[in-house]
């Protein structure tokens, strides 16, 4: 009997080993990326933002109907001329696929910048720096960095925003829509060799 | 009937072996030290408060244990987020002025393997200093020790919850030294290509509440001027 209780103990071992080796204690879920390739090679992927039900937060001392109710945004002369929100991003399906923020800041030390951050949990991050000023209805810019996925990827970025045309009772006010275009960042060479 | 029982008692004497373990294995334990603690670069830190209702913004999917701030915050809910958090906070000085805000993105991570002591998430910090710049960090964060050191012994705790004093680097990576990557966007720090760590020091924990008294602090490196100057001309010259 104690032979069957040493087994006992090696199995309990190794199950505990094996479970923690073989069953994934974290599983994102992942939707189908919506990539498209374009004519002068590179990804191009769609993002959107619907306004006003994805907006989590606005970051404003001047916003008249602060977001969410009750927030206590910092009353510090420092923050004069920026604007903060926080979304849920959303691919070209109109499924939420991560959050986003963005920043609006113009100061004398910094002049005018325009930046997003995009984190899709089961992909990575990117962070996208536009040009102030817009020009044919929107900006572009570019992603100055991205972690994981788009960590080999270099790219340009633009955001354009869409009013709703449709009149729908329950249509959002609009879309902010990024279109983000990405082609590797190793040379062509290296790339073959990794293949 | 004997042997059955004899390999059930078995079976459950060597995962309860193997759990304890794991739990006590010191190969397992962070090193304490900071490894940007032997940096000769100029560093500088911003500290915060890692509890949720000091936070500007916390949301999560709601049935964690931190409750989102403000009570009306959207929540992520839906499935491809439901394992993220957002938390948008003031952002002090070393002289505890404040400098700014930050905003956190984290999500679990896929690469968690308890077996080798690694409870990961996935991370990025975005400043906003608006004497200075903006910036993003990327990081990958080990709570392993947090886990082991805080969390488990408040749920055993007959108090509901646990005190004391801990302090804790979390970045772990992706930097070759466990050390997360800065990239300047604007400002003093565009261009800016750099490391840095957070690390965490928590007082009291709540089993209801999560972190009831924890800080947090980013310890950013800012290379010399004239470093950059060399690697850029390196860069240049290199064929």
Known sequence: MIKTYITGIVLGVAGVIAALNFVPLV????????????????????????????????????????????????????????????????????TVIGVASRLAANNDKLGSVVEWVVHLPARGSMYISLAPEAADGGRSGEMRAGTREFDSLIGTVSERWIADTTGAADAPAGRIELVATFVSNKPIDQEESVE | MRFLIALILGIVTGAAAAIGFLYYNPITSQVALSPLSVSDQHQFSLNYSAVADHAIVYTNNGESRMHPH????????????????????????????????????????????LLSGEALVDSVWYVFLPDQGTMLIAQSENYWNFLRDIVVPAQWGTGNGWKGSWHGTIT??????????????????????????????????????????????????????????????????SP
């Open chain 2, 70 to 113: 403000p009570a009306k915050v959207l929540q992520l809910w839906e499935a491809p987020i439901r394992q993220t958090e957002a938390l948008v906070t003031l952002l002090r000085d070393a002289r505890n002025q404040p400098a700014g805000f930050g905003i956190k993105f984290s999500s679990r991570s896929e690469r968690t393997r």
């Open chain 1, 27 to 94: 599983d994102q879920h992942r939707e189908v990326s919506v990539i498209s390739v374009t004519p002068n090679g590179g990804n191009s992927e769609s993002f959107q933002v619907n306004i006003p039900m994805d907006r989590i937060m606005v970051g404003d001392q001047d916003s008249k109907s602060p977001k969410p109710p009750g927030i206590a945004w910092p009353e510090s002369s420092m923050l004069d001329g920026s604007r903060t929100e926080l979304f849920k991003l959303r691919n070209s399906r109109n």
């Open chain 2, 172 to 237: 772990n990576g992706p930097g070759a030294l466990g050390t997360a990557r800065v990239y300047g966007g604007s400002g003093a720090f565009l261009g800016l290509e750099s490391e840095a760590i957070e690390s965490l020091t928590a007082k009291a924990y709540s089993v209801e509440l999560g972190p009831v008294a924890m800080d947090g602090q980013l310890t950013i490196e800012l290379p010399r001027r004239d470093d950059e100057l060399e690697n850029s001309t390196a860069n240049s010259v």
